[in-house]
């Protein structure tokens, strides 16, 4: 195969070849860094990575696979990590000057399990200054002068660079699915509770949640069944069988799905394009698309979700100020202020809606496979300087649903993708649906 091809070549496809001899995993890794060298220094998804260690980790996976050992699900693929995972032998620093060359020794669970699974660990990829709003050096592979999103950019961009075909990411707000829109690739923000927290930057324990990129649907129920092993040390996770995620993502459904189109009270914030390019959508998918209208209250998620975050935010980076306030962004500081201001009664009260809200919404499931909306506003912004509007991600954040972000529509030259949203703990149906819909649109295209 030309560097290109390998390249250009899934996760699950480049774990199938190597596990079968017909490829390696140096091969692989070094077309990766080849790309990372003609490409890294425009678009700048990476804060830290090792040539010769890269390497060296899938010499130690041939080595393996060519001794007749057992290999995983991900043996010898190269996976971009977040820099707010901790990671043994690399730093991790956060996207901020206050953890500059900081390393602690040890592994995030997140990355504990893609080792077990085989992956190569290539580096640290740019997150946001401490995966919030200040945007770091990453620009859109699609467009340059155009932000990738945040707070996951790096990986995002990476991903849609070719420079590895996997990556970590993590969402409070909307960084994994509004990175994935912008950058025009397949984004999972999985079920709150899914994948363990343990060793990755807390920003808010009711909002955290650990997502990924990739380049297909299957590679994302792949990272979804390797990253899901519970842990009881994060109490935000359940205790049940999940199943396989990869198995019940590729097959058919039983019936065709039907989608419920949800425009959310935050409508007004779709661009003009956007709209045009849903209603479009909606059509094109028939019987298979229904309008629907969320209960006015839904609109309160928007100030509840930033009543948890913003307290939170100060709860944990407020100390931060004490040791190196200078170094934090002007937009940070900011935020910390106004989360200080957050009552424990408006804090609790955001608490509770939480379930309040998803048992009402959880009612929309008994009719449809998936919910459909915008993963953005938009097409990525103009400007680096920022890293666009989170708002249409907000909801599902707050409420803790399953969501992904599908590279399936174009506006202005740039990707738009479209969200589907699944009912709690049932990502992989979620993932079929959304594999079922792909194929729907790629048949309706040919």
């Not at 971009?80 to 060359?101: H, Q, R, W, Y």
């Not at 424990?344 to 499931?365: G, H, P, T």
């Amino acid at each position: 195969m030309t560097a290109s091809e390998l390249t250009h070549l899934t996760a699950a496809e480049a774990a199938n070849m190597i596990r079968n001899g017909q490829i390696s995993s140096q091969e692989l890794v070094r077309a990766c860094l080849d790309v990372v060298a003609l490409r890294e220094d425009e678009i700048g998804a990476w804060t830290y990575l090792d040539h010769d260690y890269a390497l060296a980790q899938a010499r130690e996976a041939d080595e393996v696979r060519s001794q007749g050992r057992a290999v995983g699900p991900l043996h010898g693929v190269p996976v971009g990590v977040k820099d707010i995972f901790e990671t043994a032998d690399m730093p991790t620093e956060n996207g901020s000057p206050l953890f500059a060359g900081r390393r602690t020794g040890r592994d995030a669970v997140a990355v504990t399990c893609l080792r077990d699974a085989g992956a190569i660990i290539m580096g640290k990829t740019v997150t946001t200054e401490l995966a919030v709003f200040h945007p770091g050096k990453t620009r859109n592979p699609h467009r340059l002068g155009h932000t990738p999103g945040g707070s996951s950019s790096g990986s995002a961009a990476a991903v849609a660079a070719h420079m590895v075909p996997l990556s970590l990411g993590s969402q409070t707000n909307g960084s994994v699915i509004r990175p994935a829109s912008f950058c025009g690739v397949y984004g999972l923000k999985p079920s709150f509770g899914l994948i363990s927290r343990r060793h990755v930057l807390t920003q808010s324990p009711p909002l955290d949640t650990i997502g990924m990129f990739a380049r297909s649907l299957e590679d994302l129920a792949i990272a979804a069944d390797v990253l899901s092993a519970y842990d009881e040390a994060d109490k935000a996770m359940w205790r049940r069988s999940r199943g396989s995620h990869h198995a019940v993502a590729m097959t058919e459904p039983p019936l065709a799905p039907v989608l419920g189109f949800v425009k959310t009270p935050v409508w007004d914030a779709a661009a003009a394009l956007t709209r045009d390019a849903f209603a479009e959508l909606a059509e094109a998918l028939g019987a298979q698309c229904e309008e629907v209208e969320l209960p006015a209250i839904f609109a309160e998620a928007v100030t509840c979700h930033r009543d948890i975050m913003l307290a939170d935010i100060a709860r944990h980076f407020g100390p931060l100020e004490k040791n190196g306030g200078d170094k934090l962004s002007a937009r940070l500081r900011g935020m910390i202020e106004d989360g200080r201001r957050v009552s424990a009664i408006a804090y609790n009260r955001a608490r509770d809606q939480q379930q309040q809200l998803y048992d009402i919404l959880e009612s929309y499931f008994e009719r449809y496979g998936a919910l459909l909306t915008p993963a953005a506003p938009g097409p990525a912004p103009e400007g680096i300087g920022a890293t666009g509007n989170p708002i249409f991600s907000t909801l599902w954040t707050f409420l803790g649903t399953p969501a992904v972000s599908l590279p399936l529509l174009e506006a202005d030259g740039l990707p738009l993708g479209v969200q589907l949203i699944g009912q709690v703990r049932d990502d992989a149906r979620l993932l079929r649906t959304a594999r079922w819909l792909v194929a729907k649109l790629a048949g309706e295209a040919a």
